[in-house]
Structures are given as C-alpha cells and as structure tokens.
C-alpha cells in the first residue's frame, strides 16, 4: 500500500528482492495513477474508502491471509484493516505509519485541531488550486524529508508524484481518525515497525508510539534514511521484510528474531 | 504479472492505460526492465495505452546467466512473436538504447506489425557502408563488458555493475547514483553475462534505407561517444525520420526529463 502521492510504482525499488521469496503486489489505491484524476470530485477519497477498497481487494485474492505492507498513509491504511478485518491479515508492516495521535496517546493533544503536518500539507493544496504544481510538490516532499529534498530528487521520481497531484485535492478532506491508544492495543496481528533514522516530526513518532502499545510488535531502523527508506536502502529494507515474513511463530522470541540493524536501531520487540 | 507465451516463454508485461488507438509498445536497454518507463507511463497515458515488456532474462525473471537465449536474434523473435500474440493490430514501437536495436530490427523485418517507430538512442555499431572508418570485430568496449560480467558472474554483482556503469558513464558514476536506481540495475545484473555473448551485427546503408515507417530519432543533447553518431547516421538514411535532441540530458534522458520526452513523444504519436 503506497502512500500520500505514490502509487503501485512506489516499490519499484524493492520488488526484486522481495519476489526473490514472495508474489507482491502493489496496488494502486482509487484515485491514483493510472487513474488519471482531476481533483474535482473527491467524495470518495476518504480514508475509510480506501481502507474498505482494499478489504474488499483482499477479499479477492487467493490464498489468504495476506502479509500487508503499507508506507506512510498506505502504513494508516494497512493498520485499520489489521484493526478490522485481522481474519484478512497474517502479519503487518508499517514503513512510518502516517496519521495523528489522539489525546490518550498524546495529552497535549486538542481534540479536533489540525496536525502541523496537516496545516503545512494545506500549503500544498493551496499551490496545486493556484496552478504551481511544482511548488505544491517542492513544499510537500521539503516537508517531510527537509529543505532542498526536492530539489535532490531524481527527476524520473519527480515526474511520479506529479503525475498524482490532484490527490492532494482529495486528501485534505479524507476524515482520518487519530490513532487512540485502544486502536494500537486492538492490534492482534504480528507485526513490524519500520522508521528511517534520520525521518523528523510526527513520522518519526507515531511508529515509535505504536511499538509501545501494540503487543509484540517488531521495529527496525533503516540507517542513513528519511522518510522514504525503502528507496534511500533498498536492500537493507529488504533484508529486515524478508526476516520478519520468513519468522513462522506468531509469536517470536527476542533471540530468535534479530532485527537489530545497526547503531540507529531502537529496541527490538516488546511482549 | 501479466505475461503472453512467446517462443517457448512467458514474456512479462505491464498493461496500462485506455486504449484509444494503437497500443505504444515500449522495449528497455542493457540491465533495465519494464520497469524503467516508470518515469514516463503518467504523461503518455493521457493519450495512449501503453505496453511496457521485459525481455527474456530480464526481470521479473530470476535468471542464472547460463544458455544462448540472450541475444538481438532472440529478443527480436520474441518481441514479433510477443506483437502477433497480442492480437491488437498493428503497434507504434518504442526502443530506448538496446531496446532500440531490437526495435530497428523488428521493424525492418515486420513493417506489418508496426504503425509507428521511435528509436531513442538505439545501439549498436555502423558497419563500412555507413562508417568509412568502420574495422569490424568486437566493439572495443567487449573487453571491459567481460570484466564486469566475469565479477557477476562470481558473485560480485556490485563490482560488476560499477565497472560497466563507470565504463560508460565515467569514473565515479555507480557511487553516485541513488540507491533507487541501482537497485534495479541490480536485479538484472546477470543478463550481462548473456550480453557479452551476443553478436550484434552493426547497421547497414541498406538496412537504414529499408525502414519505411514514420520513425523518430530521440537522443540526449549531451550524450557523448558512439551513440549520437549511430543515431545522427541512422536517422541520415532513414528516409520517413525526424530528429529530436533533448537539451541538458544524456543516454537516460527520459529519466532526466520525463516531461519534455514524453511531449515529443506525444507530438510525434498524433501528427
């Protein structure tokens, strides 16, 4: 599950070594490319839209459970169908899961006031209503991963997001819930936390939030890398996916289960 | 993936966007994959359904390097077989570097099954009728080439891809690239064992004269070495061709700017 204007080309970077040992298939969620969307009527871009789309993808898909991989709003989309539909999920990974605590994760929290994400995400919007889709994009990616991120990327990944910034339209009136601590302790599924080490801000929190509170959850840090890690380390992402999908227990002992990836690694594992 | 059996194999494709004419067929270079029009499947889907094939060995193939089934005879045996099989008529063809060659060559043997060709940057060499200086034998490039598929082939697959990548890019070039568009070279790191393996006969006067079909030249402004003088030589004796040297960019230049590429692709396709 890609995120906020990715699309199924998203893991491009990761599906080699991961269809060494498993089928993956990356969706493109309503709305995003190869939709051709022109920002107009976004009525059904809502978070709980695509999380019931892809419930009702899963649904169809032989065999099942599924091992459910989302990055960023893909990772918020991925944990409420773990929350859901558990019967739909054997285990769970969430690349810097995207969203908003709630007051009892995060006392300092005003129910109903907009995130600093949130509110620096409407600039965006604003620039994309006035044409400037380059400064809308310039903005978001800065944003998330600092000044001059932009300005880094390689043109063939700039062109991708451009290619779905209409979504942008929708997004800002998509009704994401914040995370509650009950929904992180309703999580039964196994599953594994992925943050790069040097992400900022709220997305390198709520992950670390989560591992607190949901039972048994794994994490690994991916050294060297921002918010998009599987691009940035490839390889390495790839190896602590592919030990956390190989691991057959549901529920994995510390010493068996080694994710540890280096000195920017938080703890591993909590029962 | 979707695959069509061609030639005793089955081809992978990506399938995407409306058909509203001819679909554009879209063949990869050295080490790429069907993958690589990732960067330009947005702005020409607004106006074509596009096909975007990986060739045989390449991925999503796992392949181990052994056998004679890489080669320009092969793939353009496959790709025929692979437009025949699709059964949508006759093809507008894409071909970026090696893809190029396979491309020239489909088209001069089967102008039935194409409509319209574009060549970016195809490879290859000129032979004496087209190149006065022309000496035969391997390309002076072979030597280096084995080295790198040597060290592949004994498992050093990063070695490998930096001698080639630094062979023709200059001293330095793989440790720049970003780690996203490495990883893909990665994963089609053992079809250079195959490619050092393949004979590829250089272009004639005649064969250049025998192409009939609207055809476009794309090349990148700064490219420097034996590509630019295939193509400006080819497109001198290809008599229905144009030409379109795309500024600031060099063999990748549709990674490079993805924009102005696809623009002339477009043109070129409703003109």
């Given amino acids: ?271 | 993936m979707q695959t069509v059996h061609v030639n005793g194999y089955d081809m992978a494709y990506l399938d995407v966007g409306e058909a509203r004419g001819p679909p554009l067929l879209c063949v990869h270079g050295s080490l790429n994959d069907f993958r690589i029009w990732g960067c330009v499947i947005g702005p020409l889907t607004t106006k074509h359904r596009l096909i975007c094939v990986s060739l045989r060995h390449f991925f999503p193939e796992q392949w181990d390097g052994k056998g004679d089934t890489y080669s320009i005879a092969q793939h353009t045996d496959d790709v025929i077989a692979f437009i025949e099989k699709l059964n949508a008529g006759p093809v507008d063809l894409m071909g970026h570097s090696r893809g190029g060659h396979i491309s020239f060559r489909v088209a001069q043997r089967r102008p039935d099954l194409l409509r319209r060709l574009i060549l970016a940057e195809p490879g290859g060499e000129l032979d004496a009728t087209l190149d006065p200086g022309y000496e035969g034998g391997p390309s002076p490039l072979l030597a280096r080439f084995t080295i790198s598929a040597d060290r592949i082939a004994a498992g050093d697959v990063d070695g490998g891809l930096e001698f080639f990548v630094d062979t023709l890019e200059g001293a330095g070039r793989w440790q720049r690239l970003p780690a996203l568009m490495k990883q893909p070279l990665r994963d089609n790191a053992t079809t250079l064992i195959g490619q050092v393996r393949d004979g590829r006969p250089a272009f004639s006067k005649a064969d250049a004269e025998s192409i009939r079909m609207p055809t476009l030249f794309i090349g990148g402004a700064n490219t420097r070495g034996l590509l630019p003088k295939v193509l400006n030589t080819l497109a001198a004796h290809v008599p229905n061709s144009k030409t379109a040297m795309i500024p600031n960019t060099t063999h990748p230049m549709f990674e490079q700017a993805p924009q102005a590429f696809s623009e002339i692709v477009l043109d070129f396709l409703a003109g």
């Avoid at chain 1, 558990?86 to 285990?91: F, G, H, I, Q, Y």
């Avoid at chain 1, 995130?115 to 400037?132: F, P, Q, Y």
Wanted: glycine residues 8%; contains cysteine; aromatic residues 8%.
């Fill in chain 1, 1 to 271: 599950m890609h995120g906020t204007l990715g699309d199924f080309r998203t893991w491009y970077s990761v599906l080699g070594p991961l269809s060494r040992k498993h089928r993956v298939i990356a969706v493109s969620l309503r709305h995003f490319f190869p939709e051709h969307f022109d920002g107009i009527a976004t009525d059904h871009y809502r978070m709980a839209q695509h999380v019931a789309d892809t419930i009702a993808f899963i649904e169809q898909i032989t065999p099942k459970p599924v091992d459910l991989m989302g990055h960023s709003r893909g990772g918020h989309i991925a944990f409420r169908i773990a929350q859901q539909r558990p019967d739909l999920v054997r285990k769970v990974v969430l690349a810097e899961p995207g969203g908003d605590l709630d007051s009892s994760l995060d006392p300092t929290v005003t129910p109903g006031a907009p995130s600093a994400l949130a509110a620096r995400m409407l600039i965006s919007v604003k620039k994309v209503r006035d044409g400037d889709i380059d400064g809308a994009l310039q903005n978001f990616v800065d944003l998330i991963d600092g000044d001059n991120a932009w300005r880094r990327l390689p043109a063939a990944a700039k062109q991708q997001l451009r290619d779905n910034i209409f979504t942008l339209l929708g997004q800002v009136h998509e009704a994401r819930k914040p995370y509650s601590k009950a929904d992180m302790q309703a999580i039964r599924t196994p599953t594994l936390l992925i943050g790069g080490a040097d992400t900022t801000g709220s997305l390198s929190t709520i992950w670390r939030v989560m591992s607190e509170h949901i039972a048994g959850a794994r994490t690994a840090v991916i050294p060297n890398a921002r918010h998009w890690m599987f691009e940035n380390d490839p390889q390495e992402f790839c190896r602590v996916v592919m030990e956390f999908l190989a691991g057959w227990k549901r529920t994995i002992s510390r010493a068996a289960f080694p994710l540890a990836g280096g000195e920017g690694s938080v703890g591993v594992g909590q029962a």
